[in-house]
């Protein structure tokens, strides 16, 4: 090969590579920072502190760890049954002219900025959870509406691809052996793409627990921990979003703390889908 | 292998694109670093002062273009620190001087009142100083128990490390701690919007950020208004000084004269402040 040919590709591979960096500037920089706050404050006392006061020198995140788990949970429980509805309907039973509808819709749903979700959390949401339900409206309940319609469109497009990309005698088959159209949908289709419909929940996690605008919007940001989902809670990245403004030394050091912990939950988070989906891969 | 003329060419041009980008993004971040004007006055200290000292100086700059003012957070402490130690000029703090600070020239541009606000239909109007502190360490936890209708109160404070929230703690909470379960907004106006739409609601903000959305409540029977806080009744307010290591002179001083001059008292009336001329040794 002539040496011009070579160029682009080590070109590409240097950009490439400067992307990874980032990563790694990244990582390094929110370790630097925080360890040595966990490291005077101890790993256990930090991770499962109930007390958080910085200017007291209290740095306890349970509470908060907490807080992100139930958000998340409540999203995925509200959210993936509806995606899931709506992923079979659009690839097994809508026709093309109401598919080349809602198709779009859901994209545009991905592209709302996740402040105009809070807000509109903050105005409709919030006050019908107060005048209805119960509690101050800003909950647990009102940040897992809001991450639930934020994630329907990650969970419905991977969800949507991964039925459609299931070989046509599949369908065939069933269909010959007499099933009809809804024992095919639970009994053959939904089994065949239960890797990519774990995925797409996983994804949908994903971006869950790491937003923030609109969750800080209508969450209340107690630092107390929550008894039931009308209360108040605070989420890790809330946390940091909050209080990032006028932190400085040690309570500046115990937000970048606060990052490492949700780094290495989403990491965790990811190893775990990465796991599930080879063993899937495995047994077929 | 030998690619035709137009294919090289295609990975020429991208080549030389993707190599010049770089170089364009270093020299223009390079040249925006000349830019950037040379401070002649720096100020430092608390950051509730720190958004009116920026219009100030916005203004002021305006009416000097060959002065450039350099404003920084940190606190009242570090403001006050950095005036000791000579890195900052002016020092911009949010509480009276306490022992070896009383030593340094100071003046008072303004004071800020706190305002302790509830929804505008909510009965109870006044409250007294240890009534608020109760219902922040949630020992009062029920409208009904101070005068209002029976409902559990929605108490909302600012985030740690707000001097919103370090005032109202010095002032009204003394040594005892806000409750946990408070919920925390990052902003005034965010405060502001969440009481104006809850009948529960208990909240505090700026005096000057007090509009028709919100009923701020009278302590102690003295109602918060402007005039209070400028006639010293009306307690839950705190100062506003500029801070200097001696007597300021030069484009210091006049800047100083300007913030206390009829325009500069104009401007911090605008923002919701409360000018009064003290001080000034």
């Not at chain 1, 006392?45 to 020198?57: C, T, V, Y």
């Not at chain 1, 994630?151 to 419905?156: G, R, W």
């Not at chain 2, 670093?33 to 002021?60: H, K």
């Amino acid at each position: 090969m002539r040496f011009s040919e070579k160029i682009p590709g080590r070109v590409l591979l240097v950009i490439a590579f400067s992307a990874l960096s980032a990563l790694v500037l990244i990582t390094v920089f929110i370790f630097v920072e925080g360890v040595p706050l966990i490291a005077r404050v101890g790993v256990f006392n930090f991770i499962f502190g109930m007390k958080w006061a910085p200017s007291q020198g209290a740095f306890g995140i349970f509470p908060m760890i907490v807080g992100s788990l139930s958000v998340t949970l409540g999203a995925i429980i509200l959210g993936v049954p509806i995606a899931l509805c709506c992923a079979i309907f659009l690839t097994e039973f809508a026709p093309a002219t109401v598919r080349n509808a809602i198709r779009p819709a859901i994209q545009l749903l991905a592209g709302i900025p996740s402040v105009v979700y809070g807000f509109w959390g903050l105005i409709f949401v919030v006050p019908l959870i107060r005048n209805y339900i119960g509690g101050p409206g800003l909950s647990i309940l009102a940040g897992s509406i809001i991450l639930a319609i934020m994630i329907l469109p990650t969970i419905i497009s991977i969800s949507e691809v991964s039925l459609l990309a299931l070989p046509p005698p599949y369908r065939e088959g069933a269909f010959a052996l007499g099933a009809t159209q809804w024992q095919t949908i639970h009994g053959v289709l939904l089994p065949a793409a239960r890797s990519g419909i774990l995925a797409a929940v996983i994804l949908g996690m994903g971006r869950a627990i790491g937003e923030t605008m609109a969750v800080i919007m209508v969450l209340g940001n107690a630092v107390a921990m929550p008894s039931s989902i009308l209360d108040p809670a605070r989420t890790l990245t809330t946390n940091i979003g909050i209080e990032m403004a006028y932190a400085a030394g040690e309570h500046r050091q115990a937000l970048f703390a606060t990052g490492i912990v949700l780094l290495v939950m989403i990491m965790i988070l990811n190893s775990v889908a990465q796991y599930a989906l080879r063993r899937r891969q495995d047994e077929r | 292998m030998t690619p035709g003329p137009r294919k090289s060419r295609t990975h020429g041009t991208l080549a030389l694109t993707i190599l010049t980008l770089p170089v364009i993004v270093t020299v223009s971040m390079l040249s925006a670093c000349d830019r950037l004007p040379e401070a002649n006055i720096v100020l430092a200290g608390s950051t509730s002062v720190q958004p009116f000292a920026e219009i100030l100086a916005e203004e002021y700059m305006t009416l000097y273009p060959d002065i450039s003012i350099d404003i920084e957070g940190g606190g009242s402490a570090a403001g006050i620190l950095a005036v000791q130690s000579g890195t900052a000029d002016v020092g911009m703090s949010s509480r009276t001087l306490k022992g070896d600070e009383t030593k340094l020239w100071w003046v008072e541009i303004a004071k800020d009142g706190l305002a302790v606000v509830v929804h505008p239909d909510n009965p109870v109007r006044n409250l007294t100083l240890d009534q608020v502190r109760d219902i922040y360490t949630a020992i009062i936890s029920d409208w009904s128990q101070i005068g209002g209708a029976k409902s559990e109160i929605h108490i909302f404070t600012r985030e740690e490390g707000s001097g919103t929230r370090s005032a109202f703690e010095s002032l009204v909470m003394g040594k005892v701690e806000i409750t946990p379960r408070a919920m925390v907004q990052d902003s005034n106006g965010a405060v502001r919007q969440l009481v104006s739409d809850d009948a529960a609601a208990i909240g505090f903000i700026s005096l000057g950020l007090v509009n028709d959305q919100v009923k701020a409540i009278a302590l102690g029977s003295v109602a918060a208004t402007r005039e209070n806080v400028a006639n010293g009744t009306y307690t839950l307010t705190r100062p506003f000084l500029f801070v200097a290591r001696n007597e300021p002179t030069g484009s210091t001083r006049q800047f100083i004269d300007f913030t206390l001059s009829a325009e500069g008292r104009e401007i911090l009336n605008e923002e919701g402040l409360v000018t009064t001329v003290e001080g000034r040794p």
